[in-house]
């Protein structure tokens, strides 16, 4: 009697992936991309976990490895040199990628805001809540002046590392929602009332390998490009 297998789909390659926290999200993250190497689902340069705390979770847990780094700094001091001085991937390469931490502020907002202060001092450049409604269900706007949007489709608890799966796990049924597609619905209806608005710019963090999610440090780049963009060429924002 024959035999038939599902082929597996190509390891997931990436240059070098920065997990945000050395704590127990991080330790989780990290340990799964060595399992993920180990077992061929993936490749990469090397994983970064940063962390102010030099004796960190993650740190005593795993150990440095040929592969893996730890920096004891601040995120946002981190993120200020890796970030400024990075450079989208050629076309053909290995990207990098950071792993967010369910718990951690909007980093990519604060270093794009930064950059543009930084790039146009003598402007006021304010954070100002984002003005009609994306569709969800759960929807709640921070106070001044920070005015952050807090929106998901769930009205319920997701699991903690939920990988987004074609079935919600916890409805048991057929995802029917994309927040990206969310966001860019908002933002047509707001620019076809005359709000002078662009992009939108999103950091959409996606299911990589091993339950870990990331998203491409390219994406933040254009995110700032796009900032720079708009800002140089005189248009209303």
């Keep these: 009697m024959g035999t ?3 082929p597996l789909a190509d390891p997931v390659v ?3 992936v920065i997990v945000v926290g050395g704590g127990c999200y991080g330790t989780f993250y990290a340990a799964q991309l060595a399992k993920a190497k180990g077992r061929g689902r993936a490749e990469y340069r090397r994983v970064v976990i940063v962390d102010r705390d030099t004796r960190c979770q993650a740190r005593v847990a795993l150990g440095q490895a040929a592969d893996r ?3 004891a700094r601040e995120w946002t ?3 200020c040199d890796f970030l400024g001085g990075g450079a989208p991937a050629p076309a053909g390469e290995p990207r990098d990628y950071i792993v967010p931490s369910p718990l951690m502020p909007h980093l990519m907002f604060e270093w794009v805001l930064a950059r543009a202060r930084a790039r146009w001092p003598g402007r006021a450049i304010e954070v100002a809540p984002v003005p009609g409604a994306p569709g969800t269900p759960y929807d709640r706007t921070a ?3 920070h005015h952050t949007r807090f929106v998901s489709f769930a009205d319920w608890i997701c699991p903690t590392h939920c990988i987004e799966p074609a079935v919600c796990p916890a409805i048991g049924r057929t995802r029917t929602w994309e927040m990206g597609d969310a966001v860019r ?3 047509d209806r707001l620019r076809a009332t005359g709000e002078p608005l ?3 710019a999103l950091f959409v963090c996606r299911h990589h390998v091993f339950g870990v999610g990331t998203f491409a440090v390219d994406a933040v780049l254009a995110g700032d490009a796009l900032v720079q963009r708009v800002g140089e060429s005189g248009a209303a924002a």
Excluded: K, N, Q, T
Aim: no cysteine; glycine share 10%; charged share 20%.
């Design 77 to 79: 001091d981190y993120f």
């Design 4 to 6: 038939s297998s599902i």
């Design 143 to 145: 106070p001044a002046p």
């Design 69 to 71: 780094e730890f920096v």
């Design 198 to 200: 662009h992009g939108p």
């Design 185 to 187: 619905g908002l933002a």
């Design 14 to 16: 990436m240059r070098d």
